[in-house]
């Protein structure tokens, strides 16, 4: 075999390792992505229910393309309550159990904000001291997503998480 040729296999060989050990990593991320908050299309929410801390759940109903206050026929804000149901799809960065936290210490006992998305709870606690991501509770896990989808109140500016 010419050198040239001995060359080039070994060329092929170690792009070829590269190429295994790119599909590999690809494919262990994928295994550990802890995905979604709750694992439903924002489209298909038409049902939000919104409390912050002791206040009353108010309640919208998604119908003819618009958002309306649940049994009135006044208009809400089609942009916030969008933004609400996308927290449907929020990144999670990180689940572990209830268990590994103490409640109170990251705002969920009780939680500073309560949304419910066709009939899924999420309670939203204190921003996490590592950086913008704020804990949320779904269910018996503790999830980290982005701050940025912390609820802010549909009408006017009185109640937020502060942000």
């Known amino acids: 075999m010419k ?3 001995r060359r080039r296999l070994a060329w ?4 070829g390792v590269v190429v295994a050990a790119a599909l590999w990593q690809w494919q262990r991320d994928r295994r550990n992505d802890p995905g979604d908050l709750l694992g439903i299309d ?3 929410v038409d049902r ?3 409390q912050f801390q002791s ?3 108010q309640r919208y109903d998604r119908h003819d393309a618009h958002w309306w206050r649940a049994g009135e026929q006044q208009r809400a804000d089609d942009g916030r309550l969008n933004e609400l149901a996308e927290t449907a799809a929020a990144e999670v960065l990180q689940w572990r159990p209830v268990q590994d936290f103490s409640l109170s ?3 969920l006992a009780p939680p500073l904000a ?3 998305l066709n009939g899924q709870r999420v309670e939203f606690g204190e921003t996490s001291v590592t950086g913008p991501q704020r804990y949320v509770r779904v269910g018996d896990r503790i999830a980290l997503i982005p701050a940025r989808y912390s609820p802010r109140p549909v009408e006017g500016k009185a109640m ?3 942000l």
């Open 3 to 5: 050198r040239a040729t």
């Open 12 to 15: 092929l060989a170690v792009v």
């Open 42 to 44: 924002p489209a298909t």
């Open 48 to 50: 939000i229910g919104l």
């Open 55 to 57: 206040a009353p759940m």
């Open 105 to 107: 210490r990251i705002g």
């Open 114 to 116: 309560t949304l419910e």
């Open 160 to 162: 937020s998480l502060g």
